[in-house]
């Protein structure tokens, strides 16, 4: 059988419809305006064919730039609904998912309400509590996310 088939697709909060784009602009970030964008990783998605469960994975998330390293500890990623356990490694940080979580490789029609078992929701959030941090404006971050397999 074909290894898992992924692809992520993403949403801005207060959008209708995600998107495949394989980059997203998230916006721009002050202490009134946090980035939060919703995640689908899709496993097999309109695949007509089964592929490989993915099982027991992780996230890495790592900005482009490595003195924006510095970032990572204003990033959170939630799992239905929780904040997941995050590992800071200095370059980059890992999202711990549940130890046994599968996204199954079915074959599907790609349409979420009729196969989530075919796909993880996440939702990434950039948020700084202390105010007294300044940020420079217009300084574009790249932000990279991975599956990382145990």
């Given at each position: 059988m074909e290894k898992p088939r992924l692809t992520w697709n993403t949403?801005?909060?207060?959008?209708?419809?995600?998107?495949?784009a394989r980059e997203l602009f998230a916006g721009s970030y002050s202490?009134?305006?946090?980035?939060?964008?919703?995640i689908q990783l899709w496993n097999n998605r309109w695949g007509a064919e089964d592929v490989e469960n993915l099982v027991d994975f992780n996230i890495?998330?790592?900005?482009e730039k490595f003195e924006d390293?510095?970032?990572?500890?204003?990033?959170?990623v939630s799992f239905r609904g929780k904040p997941l356990e995050m590992e800071n490694m200095g370059t980059y940080a890992i999202a711990k998912m549940p130890i046994g979580y599968r996204i199954l490789g079915q074959a599907n029609n790609g349409i979420a309400s009729e196969n989530p078992g075919n796909f993880a929701s996440f939702v990434f959030k950039f948020h700084v509590d202390d105010e007294t941090i300044q940020f420079k404006e217009n300084d574009l971050k790249s932000l990279y996310l991975e599956v990382i397999p145990l």
């Open positions: 949403r801005l909060a207060g959008n209708k419809d995600f998107s495949s202490s009134k305006n946090d980035i939060e964008a919703e890495r998330i790592a900005f390293s510095a970032l990572l500890p204003f990033c959170t």
